[in-house]
T-cell receptor, first 117, second 117 residues
Framework: AQTVTQSQPEMSVQEAETVTLSCTYD???????LFWYKQPPSRQMILVIR??????QNATENRFSVNFQKAAKSFSLKISDSQLGDTAMYFC??????????????FGGGTRLMVKP | DAGVIQSPRHEVTEMGQEVTLRCKPI?????LFWYRQTMMRGLELLIY????????DSGMPEDRFSAKMPNASFSTLKIQPSEPRDSAVYFC???????????????FGNGTRLTVT
């Protein structure tokens, strides 16, 4: 079974600064995907970024980028130029491509990020 | 596309009552997932369906919980009888998936906040 761990329950950052959220995972598989989801106070779950395990290049989406260290099983999210709208819960998630899993996600416990003006 | 639609948005009920949560997945998606979110346990997968068939219900907490997917455009999660410890936010998510491949990320509904008094 896979596990996903987010060791930072809460974090804060000043507006316009950079913040990094940590995520580690445990798996014996070689082919999988990793995701970061954002959950603002509205409760909606929004996909922020995803990374394919077979790709060495780190994924980037505008101000969001990841540092994917496959050997270390680490998948951190970096938010640059933080904005007030980035205030939310952030969930790291793992998805196996095992034939029987059907795109099932395993989530970490979440990190609550507050961006301060 | 309207996205994944869940109803009701909020549900308040008394202990012992039956509760039914509803979900309409995105048209064309063939996988549907029910998640429960609590402060203590984070996001937990309860059950998921592929092509309307339940694939893994090992996350369903107990026999009081049941889920159905009578057709590709509708699913229900029922709790009977409900208990205060069932209070949580319940998310439905859908995706388009084929075995062993990744086709689309999970798209989440806005969730149903259930309060059992």
């Amino acid at each position: 079974a896979q596990t996903v761990t987010q060791s930072q329950p809460e974090m804060s950052v000043q507006e316009a600064e950079t913040v990094t959220l940590s995520c580690t995972y445990d798996t014996s598989e070689n082919n999988y995907y990793l995701f970061w989801y954002k959950q603002p106070p509205s409760r909606q779950m929004i996909l922020v970024i995803r990374q394919e395990a077979y790709k060495q290049q780190n994924a980037t989406e505008n101000r969001f980028s990841v540092n994917f260290q496959k050997a270390a099983k680490s998948f951190s999210l970096k938010i640059s130029d933080s904005q007030l709208g980035d205030t939310a819960m952030y969930f790291c998630a793992f998805m196996t491509l095992d034939n029987n899993a059907g795109n099932m996600l395993t989530f970490g416990g979440g990190t609550r990020l507050m961006v301060k003006p | 596309d309207a996205g994944v639609i869940q109803s009701p948005r909020h549900e308040v009920t008394e202990m012992g009552q039956e509760v039914t949560l509803r979900c309409k997945p995105i048209s064309g998606h063939n996988s549907l997932f029910w998640y429960r979110q609590t402060m203590m346990r984070g996001l937990e997968l309860l059950i998921y369906f592929n092509n309307n068939v339940p694939i893994d219900d090992s996350g369903m907490p107990e026999d009081r919980f049941s889920a159905k997917m009578p057709n590709a455009s509708f699913s229900t999660l029922k709790i009977q009888p409900s208990e205060p410890r069932d209070s949580a936010v319940y998310f439905c998510a859908s995706s388009r998936s084929l075995r062993g491949t990744y086709n689309s990320p999970l798209h989440f509904g806005n969730g149903t906040r259930l309060t059992v008094t």
